[in-house]
């Protein structure tokens, strides 16, 4: 167990519809990033947060936006879902930036 | 953007044996590197790193070697077991970004 949770574990959803996924890091991390991995595929970094303030975007569509909360959990909002945007979606965490990240659970987003 | 690439997608070992799972990548000013295990519906699950300073990190049973003249990258896991059968990444964290950059990843698979 690394200590970051993701919910939720699973999210069935259809074309167009709107889906929010959220991470807690683990305690004391002040660094968030999001990744997307599709079928047999690498991660693709999406964005990330430090303490709040977004720091670095990645290959992220305009359609998704992300935000991490004064108690630094964080929110992936992925909207006008498209069938390609089915992934699974991971979370990490860092203490700060430049060192190692832990990855929570994912969660598994498919779109109908 | 950054390149980070496997040489085999797949790798068999005979349980016992040692295992060998290369790695290259194409910036040659990534001053961090980790390599990262993925279970089958889990979440990447940190392994080993080093830093540029370093040619040679070992932790249990797992080795990383690396060779900045040739921007390559191993990781050597001593007496494989089946609990290793996993899909193993590298990655790196390009021009000293916080984010890493993965490579798709190879498929070790440990033979009884």
């Known amino acids: 167990d690394s200590g970051v949770t993701q919910t939720p574990k699973h999210l069935i959803t259809a074309t167009g519809q709107r889906v929010t996924l959220r991470c807690s890091p683990r305690s004391g991390d002040l660094s968030v990033y999001w990744y997307q991995q599709s079928l047999d595929q690498g991660l693709q970094f999406l964005i990330h947060y430090y303490n709040g303030e977004e720091r670095a975007k990645g290959n992220i569509l305009e359609r998704f936006s992300a935000q991490q909360f004064p108690d630094l959990h964080s929110e992936l909002n992925l909207s006008s879902l498209e069938l390609g945007d089915s992934a699974l979606y991971f979370c990490a965490s860092s203490v700060a930036g430049k060192d190692t990240q832990y990855f929570g659970p994912g969660t598994r987003l498919t779109v109908l | 953007g950054e390149s980070v690439g496997l040489h085999l997608p797949t790798l068999s070992v005979q349980e016992g044996d040692n295992s060998i799972i290369n790695c290259a990548y194409s910036n040659s000013a990534s001053d961090y590197f980790i390599w990262y295990k993925q279970e089958s519906g889990k979440g990447p699950q940190f392994i080993i790193d080093?830093?540029?300073?370093?040619d040679k990190r070992q932790g249990q049973r797992v080795t990383v070697l690396l060779n900045k003249t040739v921007k390559h990258l191993s990781l050597q896991i001593a007496a494989t077991q089946p609990g290793d059968s996993a899909v193993y990444f590298c990655a790196e964290n390009g021009s000293g970004a916080n984010n890493l950059f993965f490579g798709t990843g190879t498929r070790l698979t440990v033979i009884p």
């Open positions: 080093i830093r540029s300073n370093m």
